[in-house]
């Protein structure tokens, strides 16, 4: 019989990093996401995970950048309201489908399984930590713009990361 675990959100976290004009990076994340865990046992070993990230959600802490990654030139999320993800395999790391701007690509995390522990309400919870790299052109995300002194303003390299607890249900 598998068990289900919900994404615990007070107590997650969906993180993106991208390097910008080649000298900095600029970090972002999806403040609205969800995500469930279907497990055999405690171990978490082969694990169905699913998760669904809304993209009109996206946050740089400025206005506009958002306004531009929401934009068709980026996300689309008017006409791609979600990112999705469906693992395959949970082992030591994680691979399976992920979903940008209507365009589906295999993609392989690194996952540090925290625990389990019951919260002082009795609530069993799993932590997890994951981390990883896209190309963001693999997923039509090909805006950028040159600079003048060579290179271009936005990296293919995407990281990603994420800090996720789920509840027993």
């Known amino acids: ?3 289900k ?3 615990d959100p007070t ?4 993180t993106f990093k991208v390097r910008h004009m080649m000298i900095s990076n600029v970090k972002g994340n999806f403040n609205n996401f969800t995500a469930t865990v279907e497990t055999e046992d405690d171990t978490f070993k082969n694990a169905t995970v699913k998760a669904t990230l809304q993209t009109d959600s996206v946050d740089t802490n400025n206005a506009d950048r958002d306004t531009h990654l929401k934009s068709a030139e ?3 999320a008017e006409a791609h309201p979600e990112i999705t993800f469906e ?11 992920l979903t940008i701007n209507g365009v589906t690509k295999p993609v392989q995390l690194d996952v540090d399984f925290g625990g389990i522990n019951v919260d002082p309400w009795g609530q069993t919870k799993a932590g997890f930590s994951f981390e990883g790299k896209i190309s963001r052109k693999d997923f039509g995300l090909n805006w950028n713009a040159a600079l003048e002194t060579g290179g271009v303003m936005v ?3 995407v990281k990603i990361a994420g800090e996720l607890q789920f509840v027993k249900a």
């Open 87 to 97: 693992s395959d395999s949970l082992n030591s790391g994680i691979t399976g489908h």
């Open 11 to 14: 107590h997650s976290e969906i």
């Open 155 to 157: 990296s293919d390299e």
């Open 5 to 7: 675990w919900n994404l």
């Open 1 to 3: 019989m598998s068990t």
């Open 74 to 76: 980026f996300f689309n």
